[in-house]
């Protein structure tokens, strides 16, 4: 393992960091240039990182033919929720191959190119470089090479940029180096680098050292425009990654420019990236939050099954896995607004699969009646018991995780299966993407907006019993101390 070779440093603050940088330089966001090209295709390892853009498909199935819808639908692209970041690694690559083979046939069918990119964390947790491996097999295997893969983590809003390779997150105290943050220690996907060419060399076990990694600095963006950075690209092969520096949007509308470019002249990429890569490579900027108002229309233009029977209630659910120390301290805050209810799932009552049952269905019970009570008007948390317990290793705690995520999302289930509360908050990046799927059946959806500048998004569900009932993805790790209680205030106010 490569050791981290940027030195432990106290926090400093944002405007520090970028003081001695160049002046930001403007190309706009070369939409017409994107729509011409092929179509943009994010294998979301968790629905997190829909959370930065809007208006568009989400699919969580990827069958031929839901390939083939998302491909008609006319957008510069479209997700398809993995959730391999809480997989095995083996799962993790099949599902991969599964969901290449299907897009390619899809892709056939409806005569629309694709270029492929593996949307992970911005704090560098998940299966790098496991899934961007298989992606160039699997395209390899069909006839098309892979010259480089762009590796571009940041995610803007929350603070998580990259500076002269270096991959910065904010924490309250300012910003430090990505190595020094609680989710680097994670028992699954915990490193040790910050530099991304170093973490390259880390994550591949030394496969491809940190010399034979390419780099795209501030430097290259903002002072060389996408000429310099297209003759970076040009310079690559055989898969070579390169990382790629962003403290802005208009950073990565450059790197696209030249990106778009490259690909005309030939060259084939496979993107590993944050969320606010994604923005930029569909043409979009940040818009502002979803407001009430907005929240109204959304929910008035997506029409309730006539079939549907089950009560309505005035009230949400909100479903917390996430155990980072930021999603206890939001918790913490949403408590002190008062107006909910809050019942646990006993974590280790679940791991025992002959109590498991019986505590999942006494509490989604009991959510149920909460929500269809006329004696209160409180929103209701189903949250598991705070005590993170781990496996032995990494692959035994994404077991436990997963044992977990799944009693709380049967939970979901069955209150859901009872009562359509107003809305559906779930917090946690495997918590979300589990209550997306199994939780609510959410097959096939669009992303409206954010309910935070740049995080937290809404997703509209097109069909099943989640219709008509605002959906709201909430990772873990983004926000500060406030953010749930903003974002439930928002919810209420409709």
Not at 20 to 31: D, F, Q
Request: charged share 25%; net charge negative; glycine share 8%.
């Amino acid at each position: 393992m490569t050791d981290d070779r940027t030195p432990t440093v106290e926090p400093v603050a944002l405007e520090q960091l970028l003081a001695e940088l160049p002046p930001e330089l403007e190309v706009g966001t070369n939409l017409e240039a994107i729509l011409g090209g092929r179509r943009l295709v994010a294998l979301d390892d968790d629905p997190t990182g829909t959370q930065s853009i809007a208006d568009l498909p989400v699919l969580t199935s990827w069958t031929v033919d839901d390939c083939r819808w998302a491909l008609r639908q006319p957008t510069a692209g479209f997700f398809v929720l993995t959730n391999t970041r809480s997989l095995a690694e083996a799962d993790a690559a099949e599902r991969n191959r599964e969901i290449v083979a299907a897009l390619d046939e899809a892709s056939r069918l409806e005569a629309v190119p694709y270029v492929l990119l593996s949307r992970s964390d911005s704090t560098l947790r998940g299966y790098y470089p496991l899934e961007t491996d298989v992606l160039a097999e699997e395209l390899s295997a069909r006839g098309t090479g892979t010259d480089g893969v762009v590796i571009s983590p940041a995610y803007i809003e929350p603070g998580r940029i990259t500076i002269n390779s270096v991959h910065w997150s904010k924490i309250a105290a300012g910003m430090i180096p990505v190595a020094q943050s609680e989710f680097a220690k994670d028992a699954s996907f915990g490193y040790s680098s910050s530099d991304l060419r170093d973490w390259v060399e880390e994550k591949t076990g030394g496969r491809i050292s940190r010399d034979d990694v390419a780099a795209i600095t501030i430097a290259d963006i903002r002072e060389g425009g996408p000429d310099r950075v297209q003759e970076i690209l040009s310079g690559l092969h055989d898969g070579q990654p390169v990382v790629v520096d962003t403290t802005c949007d208009a950073d990565l509308h450059v790197v696209v420019l030249a990106l778009l470019r490259a690909e005309d002249a030939g060259q084939r990429f496979i993107y590993r990236t944050g969320p606010s890569f994604v923005r930029a490579r569909t043409g979009q900027v940040a818009t502002p939050p979803i407001d009430a108002e907005r929240l109204r229309a959304i929910i008035a233009a997506q029409p309730r099954d006539p079939d549907d029977r089950r009560p309505s209630s005035s009230r949400g659910l909100i479903a917390i896995g996430s155990h980072v120390g930021l999603t206890t301290r939001q918790l913490d805050r949403l408590r002190g607004t008062g107006k909910i209810v809050e019942l646990e799932l006993d974590v280790p009552t679940l791991l025992d699969p002959e109590t498991r049952d019986a505590h999942v269905s006494a509490v989604a019970l009991e959510a149920a009646r909460l929500l269809q009570s006329d004696d209160s008007d409180a929103d209701i948390v189903v949250r598991t018991s705070r005590t993170l317990i781990k496996g032995t290793d990494a692959d035994d705690s994404l077991v436990i995780a997963r044992s977990v995520s799944s009693a709380l999302v049967g939970t979901v289930r069955e209150i859901v299966s009872q009562v359509r509360p107003a809305f559906v908050v779930a917090k946690g990046g495997i918590t979300s993407s589990d209550t997306a799927t199994e939780g609510l059946s959410i097959r096939r959806a669009w992303t409206r907006g954010t309910m935070l500048p740049g995080i937290v998004s809404l997703w509209e569900p097109v069909s099943g019993p989640a219709q008509g009932i605002p959906y709201i993805v909430f990772a873990g790790n983004v926000g500060d101390d406030e953010a749930l209680a903003t974002v439930v205030a928002t919810l209420r106010s409709v």
